[in-house]
């Protein structure tokens, strides 16, 4: 069973930082593109970054210089490093596997106020 848990969500103010995590079972985690997304309340799910199998990343140019996305193979661990944080931030934050499947967790509050 696939399982992707995430977690790190929180309310910080402007400028602050934030890690979040997502915990993944139930398949090979090490050859597995891995993506975060964010939804804002009355907007669409937006990407925000993704890393492959081999540790190339891309940045939604919102977070570019701000945003880190990272993996831990041996953790079968995804992180989303966010650094000065704005309230344009604020968001359900989404773990994804970027492939065929495209399994979803199921999400952590992030909430950055001015």
């Known amino acids: 069973q696939v399982r992707l848990v995430e977690s790190g969500g929180d309310s910080v103010q402007a400028g602050g930082s934030l890690r979040l995590s997502c915990a993944a079972s139930?398949?090979?985690?090490?050859?597995?593109?891995m993506g975060w997304y964010r939804q804002a309340p009355g907007k669409q799910r937006e990407l925000v970054a993704t890393?492959?199998?081999?540790?190339?990343?891309y940045y939604a140019d919102s977070v570019k210089g701000r945003f880190t996305i990272s993996r831990d193979n041996a953790k079968s661990t995804l992180y989303l490093q966010m650094n000065s944080l704005k309230p344009e931030d604020t968001a359900v934050y989404y773990c994804?596997?970027?492939?065929?499947?495209?399994?979803w967790g199921q999400g952590t509050q992030v909430t950055v106020s001015s």
């Open positions: 890393i492959t199998s081999g540790e190339s990343t």
């Open positions: 994804h596997t970027e492939s065929v499947y495209g399994w």
């Open positions: 139930g398949f090979i985690f090490r050859i597995n593109s």
